[in-house]
């Protein structure tokens, strides 16, 4: 069993900066890759942000290239996300979640990924 604790969400204005954390334990974590996805009321969730077991595979969604930025710590078994320039459509609640595989390849189905973290949100005000 892998657990997932997301922090770092807030309120920021449009323009501004956050980052997120998920710091996991439970398993070897350099086992897993991980990513970030996010949900607004009414939709899907959407992955977002995904890094493979050792950081050489990423993987962004167009709406977030070049404002966020997905990076790992193996060392320290935490994922982040560093989300710059937010809009108010960024307003979700985020999660993290970890597909268990070691591999070059990342997934994007969240049917994919194996564990999940409770969520931290994130509102972007105008």
């Known amino acids: 069993q892998v657990q997932l604790v997301e922090s770092g969400g807030g309120l920021v204005q449009a323009g501004g900066s956050l980052r997120l954390s998920c710091v996991t334990s439970?398993?070897?974590?350099?086992?897993?890759?991980m990513g970030w996805f996010r949900q607004t009321p009414g939709k899907e969730r959407e992955l977002i942000a995904a890094?493979?077991?050792?950081?050489?595979?990423?993987y962004y969604v167009d709406s977030v290239k070049g404002r966020f930025t997905i990076a790992r710590d193996n060392a320290k078994s935490t994922v982040y996300l560093q989300m710059n320039s937010l809009k108010p459509e960024d307003t979700a609640v985020y999660y993290c979640a970890a597909e268990f595989g070691r591999s070059s390849a990342i997934p994007v189905q969240a049917y994919s990924y194996d564990y999940w973290g409770q969520g931290t949100q994130v509102t972007v005000s105008s």
């Open positions: 890094i493979n077991w050792n950081g050489g595979s990423t």
């Open positions: 439970g398993r070897t974590f350099s086992n897993y890759a």
